[in-house]
Structure formats: structure tokens, C-alpha cells
């Protein structure tokens, strides 16, 4: 069956940096886009970054564009979130995603913290 578990996150100061990794396993990984994406507290979750099956291309959310950079390494099934210059709105529960056989798959999430 599909899983993704998500790792990396934790507290940073603002202006710090965090990797977070999702590790994918129960699918063909390299045939399928990936996403990340993000809740806050009290906030509908939402969409941070996505990546094509081959990572050649990439799109962002408006709010984090510059500052963080989505990546994936098919030969390991794993994609990353690599995101500088936090700043404190960027504290969420983050999220690995992929929609698979007319199905929304979910990792269990990585809390990210940024607060001085």
C-alpha cells in the first residue's frame, strides 16, 4: 500500500533553514507528481510546492516562492522540501502528497516551528 512518512521538521529561529524529507514507498514513485503541502493552526490546508515525475519542473505557492526549493531523488523514492528563510508564518504541520489511483495520499506530517 502506498506510504509516505515525512521527517526534518522542528524549531528554527526566523531566518533559518530546515530539509524536510518524504520517503515514499507502495507505488512506482518515479511515475507520479509530488506535493508538499502545509496547515496551520486554525488555517485549511494548503498547497506549498510540486514537483513533476522526472523533477524537471517545479511550481509554488506565491508566499514561499524565492525561499524554498522542492526536489526528489527517484532513486531513493524520496522527495525534500528545502526551505530558507523562515520566517514565523511558515509554522505549520507540513504535509507530503500524492494523488494516486483516483486517490489522495497523505503522510502523517512533520511539525515545523519557526519561533525565536
Known amino acids: 500500500q502506498v506510504q509516505l512518512v515525512e521527517s526534518g521538521g522542528g524549531l528554527v529561529q526566523p531566518g533559518g533553514s530546515l530539509r524536510l524529507s518524504c520517503a515514499a514507498s507502495?507505488?512506482?514513485?518515479?511515475?507520479?507528481?509530488m506535493s508538499w503541502y502545509r496547515q496551520a493552526p486554525g488555517k485549511e490546508r494548503e498547497l506549498v510546492a510540486t514537483?513533476?515525475?522526472?523533477?524537471?519542473?517545479?511550481n509554488y505557492a506565491d508566499s514561499v516562492k524565492g525561499r524554498i526549493t522542492i526536489s526528489r531523488d527517484n532513486a531513493k523514492n524520496t522527495v525534500y522540501l528545502q526551505m530558507n528563510s523562515l520566517k514565523p508564518e511558515d509554522t505549520a504541520v507540513y504535509y507530503c502528497y500524492v494523488y494516486y489511483h483516483w486517490a489522495n495520499y497523505w503522510g502523517q506530517g512533520t511539525q515545523v516551528t519557526v519561533s525565536s
Open positions: 507502495g507505488f512506482t514513485f518515479s511515475n507520479y507528481v
Open positions: 514537483i513533476s515525475a522526472t523533477g524537471v519542473s517545479t
